[in-house]
């Protein structure tokens, strides 16, 4: 997957909290860096994840920190490994419930 | 430092560095402050070469770095030099150049044979492209071929396009999508002020006290460009953000106060509030008097629904008490029983807007555009800002957002529609002839008539007057409104149809030769933006197999059909000397472009640039070279602004007891116009995997439909049936339906109504009436 970086803003005067919940979201499978600014309510967080999965349950988890008021994606890095998926259609208009007038 | 690690650490400087352009003088913890410099100079055993780019989807047209290694475009960032976006992105920009990558890359030339597109080299591909297109003109005349465009096409793709239909061939057939969701404003700009495009830019946000979007989902559709509202607002909490739609959205949610009001009534809420500004003597007196003059046109003028419709409007100039009489039918109360607007919330707008202590910016995008009177609605909110002066100065500002990345760098500028040139209209012999001297061609070879607009042009082709059409980057079997008509019409045995495009798509899928193309940064262009914005970018990756630029392609059959002399440039200079040729036409002080050295140097530049300064705000002579005196609306032969009295007319379908719901439809943040793009980005896929229909819970509830559920939508144009949404994203009221389009399994514009705005040609994908069942 790739790495994904982001700008974090805390709930007022909660920085400290936000800090050390983002930094425990990091484990065995997932890193998780934080910087937080040292004169702005502000963090920088980095995540790598190596599966989709990993991906999605990193995104659930980080929307639910309470001392989190707002994240912004700011950079997406691959490694190659961005291959895109091909056409998603079921192409047949019957499939899709398509009708004449 | 592995590799992992180094990318990590690119990551984070990107971070850092759209912190510092949000924040200047921010500071991490062991790093220092977050330079500009540290952000483009990745650490060495990355191996990460950025390079500068305005991003491949909206018309917001933010700067981005993709990072590039071993051949592959590997990272995104955002652009902190860029005055657009300063660093930051939207979830579509950070995953572009996945778009890049999808499995099914369109990756060498396709012709039909048998029934089936069968793999050809390219060269054959073109050879038969040009013998087709010659031999149709040939056999019915150069009116029977066509090319459909879009405001994706790089200027030098628009200019090619315009130069081989315009100037080689001799036919105005040459249309863009645009045409679907940028005429009105165009039509709009040319009625209010005789030259297309603003006259502020996005710098005005740093100056508004309030925003008004009309009809406009900012936070879905133009995202980075609402989050400097929202950062102008956090700075600032006086600042206000009004959100004024048919539809509950993210943007309602962010907004300070959301107001709702009935489809199409629009047009009475702006007379409503220019009402009330003159009831209570609001109006900028020396303003108006010295900068304005008053007019009004036809009334009751059609919606296009049949073949060949024809409309010239009338405009009589009338006094301003003339104008004060035919808007005493929009008192607040009277417009309230209309619109559903309370009077109070009227009054409130028309405060607002006249309040001399606050600078007021209006933002709006399809909502007006897409509209049976998207000319007028354009005008009304002219009205509005030129009655209080609130105009051409920072942060007041009247503000048409683009949908495409180049809509106005190309299609409006290059003019890739059946009415212009690259500058002037076909009808005006001047220039006919500035065109027929820089490209060298004979006058007479410049057709002085326009021919068909989009939906004219493909009822033409339904009809046999037009025989063959080169689509180029655009899926209009996705986004044409009645679409089984069209499609019928591209399907038929004697129409011979090319697309050229990066992906199989719906339309690919009824052509007779698919061109493989090279899509954004696999080739070297320009694209402008809403603000006038032009930015350029380079080649940056080899196309894969034997695909190639859209310009390239023209080039190569325009060879073919015989005007070499006209297109006599080579692969490696054709895009400086075309720039170079292009920039003729705009030469001067109300449009002069930056050179092509200067565009590879900047994060874009604004038009007019003159003497090594961009124009920021139009039509005030503080800023702007080509006025003279304080304001000059130079664009009028009175060199004052026009406003227009236009009334409220209903739609020309409306909800009634067999179809008693109003659909309408459009995006979502995740998606990209049709899907072709977006929906090859797994994130981006999986976030929205399909359509659906948006209702209001206790319509849902009335119709025993739950979340999920199978919804049978049914319009007289044809049925759908697809999967409920309740409460998700959005909300519309009682009696609406919302349906996103990019689901090629799901064509919404089968349901949809080809009425057009007369003035513009643009179609109303908005409002049509609909019957809703559980399915």
Redesign the interface.
């Known amino acids: 997957m790739p790495?994904?970086?982001?700008?974090a803003y805390p709930v007022r005067g909660q920085r400290d909290a936000l800090t050390a919940a983002l930094r425990r979201l990091g484990g065995c499978d997932v890193?998780c860096?934080v910087?937080?600014?040292?004169?702005?309510d502000?963090l920088?967080?980095?995540t790598?994840t190596p599966d989709?999965a990993t991906e999605a349950a990193l995104q659930e988890a980080l929307v639910r920190v309470p001392a989190l008021e707002g994240l912004?994606?700011?950079?997406?890095?691959?490694?190659?490994e961005?291959?895109?998926?091909?056409?998603?259609?079921?192409?047949v208009?019957e499939e899709?419930?398509?009708?004449?007038? | 430092m592995n590799r992992r690690e180094a990318l990590r650490a690119l990551a984070a400087t990107a971070a850092m560095s759209a912190a510092e352009a949000t924040f200047p003088g921010v500071l991490f913890r062991g790093g220092g402050g977050a330079s500009t410099a540290g952000a483009q100079t990745p650490p060495a055993e990355a191996g990460v070469v950025w390079r500068k780019t305005p991003c491949r989807f909206c018309g917001v047209g933010c700067g981005l770095l993709v990072g590039i290694s071993n051949g592959r475009a590997v990272a995104v960032k955002g652009d902190p030099t860029s005055p657009v976006n300063l660093g930051l992105g939207c979830v579509k920009g950070y995953h572009s150049v996945m778009a890049l990558y999808g499995k099914d890359r369109l990756t060498q030339a396709l012709v039909r044979k048998d029934g089936k597109l069968t793999p050809v080299p390219m060269k054959e591909a073109l050879d038969l492209v040009a013998a087709k297109m010659a031999e149709t003109i040939k056999a019915h005349g150069k009116d029977a071929v066509a090319m459909y465009g879009s405001g994706q096409w790089t200027i030098p793709d628009g200019y090619v396009a315009s130069k081989l239909m315009k100037g080689a061939i001799g036919t105005n057939n040459l249309e863009a999508n645009a045409r679907l969701c940028m005429a009105s404003a165009v039509t709009g700009f040319m009625t209010s002020f005789g030259l297309d495009e603003p006259m502020g830019c996005y710098e005005d946000i740093d100056h508004a006290d309030v925003f008004v979007l009309w009809g406009n989902n900012m936070a879905e559709m133009h995202p980075v460009l609402f989050s400097r509202l929202l950062e102008r607002r956090l700075k600032n909490p006086e600042v206000k953000i009004i959100d004024l739609a048919t539809r509950w959205t993210r943007t309602s949610m962010a907004a300070d106060r959301s107001i709702l009001f009935k489809p199409q009534t629009d047009l009475a809420i702006a007379n409503a509030i220019c009402h009330e500004i003159l009831r209570n003597d609001w109006v900028n007196a020396a303003f108006v008097r010295n900068h304005v003059s008053f007019h009004e046109g036809k009334t009751n003028i059609g919606y296009g629904l049949e073949d060949k419709f024809a409309f010239k409007d009338e405009p009589k100039t009338i006094t301003l008490e003339r104008y004060r009489e035919l808007l005493a039918e929009y008192a607040v109360e009277k417009v309230e029983a209309l619109s559903g607007v309370p009077a109070r919330e009227l009054r409130y707008l028309a405060s607002l807007y006249a309040d001399p202590k606050k600078k007021v910016m209006s933002f709006w995008c399809m909502g007006f555009n897409q509209h049976t009177r998207g000319t007028w609605i354009n005008n009304l909110i002219y009205n509005i800002h030129l009655l209080v002066g609130k105009i051409a100065t920072p942060g007041n500002s009247p503000f048409s957002l683009t949908g495409q990345p180049s809509a106005c760098g190309t299609v409006r500028e290059v003019g890739t529609l059946t009415h212009r040139l690259p500058h002037g209209d076909v009808t005006d012999e001047k220039a006919r002839k500035q065109a027929a001297e820089i490209w060298q061609v004979p006058l007479e070879r410049i057709a002085p008539k326009p021919t068909y607009h989009t939906v004219e042009m493909f009822r033409a082709l339904d009809r046999g007057d037009i025989r063959f059409m080169w689509i180029q980057v655009t899926n209009p079997m996705v986004t044409m409104p009645k679409l089984r008509r069209y499609r019928d019409a591209l399907k038929k045995d004697d129409r011979f149809i090319v697309v050229s495009d990066v992906y199989p798509t719906p339309t690919t899928d009824v052509a007779d030769v698919v061109l493989p193309a090279a899509m954004w940064i696999e080739r070297e262009g320009m694209w402008g933006n809403s603000e006038r914005r032009t930015q350029h970018f380079d080649k940056m990756l080899t196309p894969p197999g034997e695909a190639m630029s859209d310009a390239w392609q023209m080039i190569e059959v325009a060879r073919r059909m015989g005007f070499e002399k006209l297109f006599p440039w080579t692969e490696a200079n054709h895009i400086p000397e075309i720039w170079r040729e292009y920039s003729r036409f705009q030469a001067g002080p109300e449009h002069e472009m930056a050179s092509y050295d200067e565009l590879r140097r900047r994060p874009g530049v604004l038009w007019p640039f003159v003497n090594g300064k961009e124009t920021k705000w139009r039509y005030n002579g503080q800023y702007d070279p080509a006025a003279k005196g304080p304001f000059d609306f130079y664009g009028k032969p009175d060199r004052r602004a026009w406003i227009w009295f236009r009334p409220y007319e209903a739609p020309p379908e409306m909800p009634d007891a067999q179809y008693p719901f109003w659909l309408n439809t459009g995006r979502v943040v995740e998606h990209w116009h049709s899907g072709s793009l977006t929906r090859r980005v797994p994130v981006l896929h999986n976030a929205v995997p399909a359509a659906y229909v948006e209702l209001h819970p206790a319509d849902a509830r009335k119709l025993g439909i739950a979340n999920g559920q199978r919804v049978r939508l049914t319009t007289r144009r044809g049925g759908l049936v697809l999967p409920a949404q309740i409460d998700g994203r959005a909300r519309p009221p009682e009696g609406q339906v919302f349906v996103p389009f990019f689901d090629e399994g799901y064509l919404i514009n089968e349901l949809t109504l080809d009425a057009f705005c007369p003035i513009s040609g643009q179609p109303d994908y908005k409002k049509c009436a609909v019957k809703v069942e559980r399915a």
């Open positions: 790495i994904k970086s982001y700008l890193s860096e910087l937080p600014a040292e004169n702005r502000l920088v967080v980095v790598d989709e912004a994606l700011v950079a997406v890095v691959g490694e190659g961005v291959e895109a998926a091909g056409r998603f259609t079921a192409g208009p899709t419930g398509h009708e004449s007038a």
